[in-house]
């Protein structure tokens, strides 16, 4: 199993890492992960439980881990969606060629099983993607191409972005900010 772990909530909420994946472990509901980490590593996985319980992080419960997170974790794992981050920055519409107002975000819960099963919660994917997306927004808008970007679904269904990740690596786009009669000489 792969546990993403954020080092700033680590540091902010004071825990060490095995007390933290711990918790975070529970927050998921990761029972075979727990469960292995509890067998092979019985007395530091309960010093760990223990010092979790007296610095309010967990409690004990009936449900299946035999613990539960409380609210005050809650705020150091809690976490975008990042199909939601993907959807804010997609663009809402373009207007085609022959004039005509196209949205491009739909069918947003196939878009959303598809963007899944692509990033498969893989942070560092979803930065690249995310990455070639804003690439592709300011060339299209550059070269005046954003007419022609891809419905959501189809760019997913395409792998639009790495496209645009090959590109990205094989040109250096600048954008010039200063507007002509604004320099002092």
């Known amino acids: 199993m792969i546990v993403e772990i954020n080092t700033e909530h680590l540091i902010k909420s004071n825990l060490t890492a095995n007390q933290y994946l711990l918790a975070l472990l529970i927050y998921e509901n990761s029972y075979t992960a727990f469960i292995n980490l509890k067998t092979n590593f019985p007395q530091i996985i309960e010093d760990d439980i223990k010092e979790l319980a007296n610095k309010g992080f967990i409690f004990q419960s009936t449900n299946r881990l035999g613990y539960t997170i409380t ?3 809650l ?7 990042m199909f939601d981050a993907l959807i804010e920055r997609f663009p809402i519409y373009v207007i085609r060629t022959d004039g005509t107002k196209d949205y491009l975000r ?3 819960i196939r878009s959303k099983r598809r963007y899944d099963n692509i990033t498969r919660h893989s942070k560092s994917k979803h930065e690249l993607i995310m990455k070639c997306l804003e690439f592709e927004i300011s060339v299209r808008e550059m070269e005046n191409s954003l007419k022609y970007m ?3 679904p189809n760019w997913l269904d395409s792998q639009e972005w790495e496209t645009w990740h090959e590109r990205m690596e094989n040109e250096s786009v600048t954008v010039n900010n200063t507007k002509y009669g604004t320099d002092l000489e």
Not at 75 to 81: E, F, I, L, Q, R
Request: proline residues 0%; hydrophobic residues 25%; charged residues 50%.
């Open 71 to 73: 609210a005050e974790f």
């Open 106 to 108: 739909t069918d947003r």
């Open 75 to 81: 705020v150091y794992c809690s976490k975008k969606d």
């Open 150 to 152: 891809k419905r959501l």
